[in-house]
């Protein structure tokens, strides 16, 4: 397992941001935009535009994806 994060370019709303995200988040999160049927970029637009301006789009992120698999395994 490697816990460096590694950095991804996306584009939010037409603007090209930086994410650096462990690599097991990455593909947690491609999974959960794949189940969607949406682009990631899509699915990382809606994530920055719910997030408060206290958190950063990354943890944002992680936390999307910790809920994502929580709600999954509570089911």
């Given amino acids: 397992m490697n816990a460096r994060p590694v950095k991804h370019s996306l584009t ?3 603007h090209r941001t930086s ?3 462990e690599e097991e988040f990455w ?3 491609r999974e959960i935009a794949a189940e969607e049927g949406i682009a990631l970029n899509a699915l ?3 994530i ?3 997030r408060g301006i206290e958190a950063g789009l990354a943890s ?3 936390v ?3 809920r994502h ?3 999954k395994n509570a089911d």
């Fill in 69 to 71: 698999f929580r709600a």
């Fill in 12 to 14: 939010l709303r037409g």
């Fill in 60 to 62: 944002a992120i992680r």
């Fill in 48 to 50: 920055d535009a719910e």
């Fill in 19 to 21: 994410v650096s995200l």
């Fill in 27 to 29: 593909r947690a999160f």
């Fill in 44 to 46: 990382a637009a809606r």
């Fill in 64 to 66: 999307h994806v910790l």
